[in-house]
């Protein structure tokens, strides 16, 4: 009964800005890290950036280090992303995902979390 629910997408310009939100349910996020997954078009699902269960290490895929920006607020058990000079190629499905940890451990693949939600749409227009 964990759910994962995203929101915050929609379309913007190129350049533009958007946060997007992943509240959870049925889980306590001081216990799990918390990914972003993209899925464009015809293409694999790739990761975009984690954060630990502390809150305090953060690792981002190249393409988007200095424009995105990963934060969790562990009381109102959300994660954040902060996407900023957006770019088309940034057009994606995006989806939050858990992963139950207490090492601090950050983790890229996506067949390691455990959870995801159903995703939100970030169409970015040129």
């Known amino acids: 009964q964990v759910h994962l629910v995203e929101s915050g997408g929609g379309l913007v310009q190129a350049g533009g800005s958007l946060r997007l939100s992943c509240a959870a349910s049925?889980?306590?996020?001081?216990?799990?890290?918390m990914g972003w997954f993209r899925q464009a078009p015809g293409k694999e699902r790739e990761f975009v950036a984690v954060i630990d269960e502390s809150g305090r290490r953060k690792y981002y895929v190249d393409s988007v280090k200095g424009r995105f920006t990963i934060s969790r607020d562990n009381a109102k058990n959300t994660v954040y992303l902060q996407m900023n000079s957006l770019k088309p190629e940034d057009t994606a499905v995006y989806y939050c995902?858990?992963?139950?940890?207490?090492?601090?451990?950050?983790?890229?693949?996506?067949?390691?979390?455990?959870?995801w939600g159903q995703g939100t749409q970030v169409t970015v227009s040129s």
């Open positions: 049925e889980l306590t996020y001081s216990n799990y890290a």
């Open positions: 995902a858990a992963r139950w940890s207490r090492s601090g451990v950050l983790i890229t693949e996506k067949n390691r979390y455990d959870y």
